[in-house]
């Protein structure tokens, strides 16, 4: 079992505040991804993500958006966001589900409070292996009332993948998202009753 660094805190926010911390969180983004950043590929520079993080803050947006950064001795050291979908949410306009005998529509039928969608979970680089993503992951998901959580994993990202898994998630199919770059994604979906 990983003992957690001494000094972790957890601090919410929601997406008005999240946007006045825009600078730390593309700073945590910087420091989790610097081999997805020095890859090149357009999808994972930061100007990229923090494009799509100002689409999920923006204040036009009715979802009821959930940021949670980690931090030690007041260092940020790593993030989650998500919030829940709401009805026709564009999250599942490409998905392509695994069972050909699933029924589409009642799988993507969302009410506002039937699935949590998990945007985002990084660890600065320097913490990486100490159980900061585990305890990230359950703080954000532990108080939820949705039914389910669903993210997007790369399929090639074995370490994250394996970790989901481990956590209780199963994928369903794959989707690609409709930012500009986006790569196809395994979808995942985890039980939250």
């Known amino acids: 079992m990983t003992t957690l660094p001494v000094g972790l805190e957890f601090e919410h926010y929601d997406k008005a505040q999240a946007r006045d911390l825009r600078t ?17 590929d357009t999808f994972d520079e930061p100007e990229s993500f923090m494009a799509r993080f100002d689409a999920y803050t923006n204040p036009a947006q009715t979802s009821r ?26 999250w599942w306009g490409n998905l392509e589900l695994d069972d050909p005998d699933a029924d589409r529509q009642e799988f993507i039928t ?18 990486q292996g100490h159980g900061i993503a ?9 108080h939820r009332p949705e039914e389910r959580a669903t993210l997007l994993v790369e399929p090639e990202n074995s370490r994250a993948y394996a970790k989901y898994v481990k956590w209780g998630w199963h994928r369903v199919g794959t989707l690609r998202p409709r ?7 395994d979808v995942l979906i985890r039980d939250l009753r």
């Open 65 to 90: 958006f959930e940021l949670v950064i980690a931090r030690i001795d007041s260092e940020p050291v790593g993030q989650t966001w998500g919030w829940p979908l709401r009805p026709n949410a564009a």
């Open 110 to 127: 969302e009410t506002g409070r039937r699935t949590f969608a998990l945007s985002e979970l990084m660890v600065c680089a320097q913490y």
């Open 24 to 40: 730390v969180v593309e700073e945590i983004y910087r420091r989790s991804y610097i081999e997805a950043i020095a890859s090149g």
């Open 134 to 142: 585990r305890a990230l992951h359950d703080d954000l998901l532990g």
């Open 179 to 185: 930012w500009p770059e986006a790569p196809r994604l």
